[in-house]
């Protein structure tokens, strides 16, 4: 698995870097509200373990195209549930954002 195509039909390049050599295979997660079950993003996760943080060069849609990340908190725009907040992973110095337990749910991405 190289490429997978993603909800705005443009393909997104699988990333093998030195980050996703260290964790192990690659998943392909849609994430979405835990609330409402709206689709919030497809995201790339290295290796085996629970969802804590999602970093921010992993993100491969989003569904608010606007959102800067960086400096605002993920929120669902439908039902307006907070989902996610911005950090800094202190021990890669990792732009990301710390998903919040509960507020989500994450399955396999199958594109359509």
């Not at 202190?90 to 396999?108: D, H, L, S, V, W």
Request: proline share 8%.
């Amino acid at each position: 698995m190289n490429s997978i195509e993603l909800p705005n039909g443009i393909r997104y390049k699988i990333k093998h870097d030195l980050y996703q050599k260290n964790r192990g295979v690659p998943h392909i997660l849609l994430i979405q509200c835990g609330n409402c079950h709206h689709d919030l993003m497809v995201y790339q996760k290295d290796g085996p373990g629970p969802l804590k943080r999602c970093y921010l060069d992993r993100i491969a849609w989003i569904f608010n195209t606007h959102l800067d990340l960086q400096q605002q908190p993920l929120t669902c725009p439908q039902c307006k549930t907070t989902i996610a907040t911005p950090m800094i992973y202190q021990k890669e110095n990792r732009p990301a954002i710390r998903m919040i337990k509960g507020k989500f749910t994450k399955q396999k991405y199958n594109p359509k």
